[in-house]
């Protein structure tokens, strides 16, 4: 008699990229390199490329509210990630369903602005993502940027972080929002690749070197979803962190250069290395 073998399953809670180097393509990308089964419940339809976002059409508040229902109606789910929601109907709508669906191990990635200035939240609904998301989340994930614009809008002020230490200051102050761990990326200071990890009690530092590469597209939805598919798999949140650090750092080192912009990382390097591809 066969056994049955255990799938554990990640939701994500995202936009679409078309060009698959970003949101719930990367995500689901992701989950699936982790041996992780990937679910989405798509936020935003978006027309971009490695260039840039060119148009985004938003999914109505009721549509993501009823895909949340099918999923957590039917298959049980391990972990969610959420990225790119960008009105205050939708994350209203995301908020009440995961307060009535009560998910374990919930990872929030802040998505504010592509990597080409192209404004993905409104900026009306950052205090909605402050007040209803971030204090629904195990794990927050911004990087500097977003970390400056959560503390800004909390406390209307401006916030410049340009140092490991303000790093940790800016984690300590976000934590208070209620989110259990930040982790803040380190990518966009200069010298080796350091995050932050805060707890409420105690820091991790991360650190790696810095890899010469433009092609970072997707960086931040494949750490955090990865974050997600090692909690959903069981390990403790600074654990996943870890793994998802190395994950990431792989997938960056051997990025695609696909496009005229700015490539994706490799989600499946490891996998496509196993099965006799050269990257080199």
């Known amino acids: 008699m066969k056994t049955k073998k255990l799938i554990y399953s990640a939701l994500t809670i995202a936009g679409s990229d078309s060009c698959g180097g970003a949101g719930i393509q990367a995500d689901l990308k992701s989950f699936s390199a982790h041996g ?25 508040p009721e549509l993501i509210a009823q895909q949340i229902d099918a999923i957590f109606s039917d298959i049980e789910v391990h972990a969610v990630k959420i990225g790119m929601v960008s009105k205050i109907a939708s994350i209203e709508a995301i908020s009440k369903k995961l307060q009535q669906y009560s998910p374990k ?9 592509s990597k080409s200035g192209y404004s ?8 909605a993502l402050i007040e209803k998301l971030l204090p629904l989340a195990d794990v927050l994930t911004p990087n500097i940027p977003e970390a400056e614009a959560i503390l800004e809008e909390k406390y209307k002020k401006k916030f410049n972080i340009t140092n490991v230490d303000e ?7 976000i934590h208070k929002l209620g989110a259990k761990y930040v982790l803040i990326k380190g990518g966009h200071l200069e010298g080796k690749a350091v995050d932050v990890l805060y707890d409420g009690k105690s820091t991790s530092f991360l650190e790696t070197e810095r890899i010469n590469t433009k092609n970072t597209h997707g960086t931040g939805c494949t750490l955090s979803s990865s974050i997600a598919a090692n909690l959903a798999l069981g390990f403790s949140v600074v654990e996943s962190v870890k793994r998802s650090k190395e ?3 792989t997938a960056i080192e051997q990025s695609l ?3 005229k912009g700015v490539g994706p990382t490799n989600h499946f390097y490891t996998l496509y290395k196993k099965a006799g591809l050269n990257f080199d």
């Open 36 to 60: 992780v089964y990937g679910m989405s419940v798509i936020t935003a339809v978006t027309a971009q490329n490695t260039q840039g976002v060119f148009a985004v059409q938003d999914i109505t």
């Open 247 to 249: 994950y990431i750092t």
């Open 105 to 113: 191990n919930v990872v929030l990635d802040p998505v504010m602005i």
């Open 120 to 127: 993905l939240l409104q900026p009306e609904a950052k205090t």
């Open 167 to 173: 790093m940790v200051l800016a984690a300590k102050e």
């Open 257 to 259: 250069e696909i496009g």
